[in-house]
């Protein structure tokens, strides 16, 4: 199995003040066909998984741009430049690659201090 | 406008059977993988399997082969996720998504609201 890793599990932040987050996979996420499929994933309390990034840095519409997704291989990083208040909640990574077994990270909570 | 509605909040006893479900609309229910994901109450996201409901192919994830049962019914363009013996250990919200018109893809760009299932004596 791909295990995802993600760090840190928590992360406390000031608003107005940049966040990131850290995704690292036990094996290389890059397919045959040369793209990465790494996704990254919001979820507020009480509200189903959003996604904000597909294949490593393209953004979804309506994901304001102070999301950016960056990385390549097996390390990969989800990036706020300045959090808000309506960014709390938990962060997923998620690989696609290695299908059909999909693997999550265990979560990133986000908080505002 | 893509949309995927489940079906509501269930309370079942251990030992019984349960099958919930996932209706698509605005887009080609057939031509695309309906993927569902676990969450246990407090925990993270994990993948249970997925089906194409064009010719109901399915493929599980090993922790949940041979514990639930995925089918589609591409007449009415529902996914469905079923147990035939719940556990305790089953109560969870279980999440229903777009996977992605291929396999290997960026997928669940699409998700429904969850379906909270609780499983007591």
């Known amino acids: 199995d791909v295990v995802m890793t993600q760090s840190p599990l928590s992360l406390p932040v000031t608003l107005g003040q940049p966040a990131s987050i850290s995704c690292r996979s036990s094996?290389?996420?890059?397919?045959?066909?040369?793209?990465?499929?790494l996704n990254w994933f919001q979820q507020r309390p009480g509200q189903s998984p959003r996604r904000l990034i597909y294949?490593?840095?393209n953004r979804d519409s309506g994901v304001p741009d102070r999301f950016s997704g960056s990385g390549s291989g097996t390390d990969f990083t989800l990036k706020i430049s300045r959090v808000e208040a309506e960014d709390v909640g938990v962060y997923y990574c998620?690989?696609?690659?290695?299908?059909?077994?999909?693997?999550f990270g265990q979560g990133t909570r986000l908080e505002i201090k | 406008e893509v949309q995927l509605v489940q079906s509501g909040a269930e309370v079942k006893k251990p030992g019984e059977s349960l099958k919930i479900s996932c209706k698509g609309s605005?887009?080609?229910?057939?031509?695309?993988?309906i993927g569902w994901v676990r969450q246990m109450p407090g925990k993270g996201l994990e993948w249970m399997g997925i089906?194409?409901?064009?010719?109901?192919?399915?493929r599980y994830s090993p922790s949940f082969q041979g514990q639930v049962t995925i089918s589609a019914d591409k007449s009415i363009s529902t996914a469905y996720l079923q147990w035939s013996s719940l556990k305790a250990s089953d109560t969870a919200m279980y999440y229903c998504?777009?996977?992605?018109?291929?396999?290997?893809?960026?997928?669940?760009?699409?998700w429904g609201q969850g379906t909270l299932v609780t499983v007591s004596s």
């Open positions: 998504a777009r996977h992605g018109a291929t396999v290997v893809t960026p997928g669940y760009d699409y």
């Open positions: 605005g887009y080609s229910f057939t031509s695309y993988w």
């Open positions: 089906i194409y409901p064009g010719d109901s192919d399915t």
């Open positions: 094996q290389s996420l890059v397919y045959s066909d040369g793209n990465t499929y």
């Open positions: 294949k490593v840095s």
């Open positions: 998620m690989q696609g690659t290695h299908w059909p077994l999909i693997t």
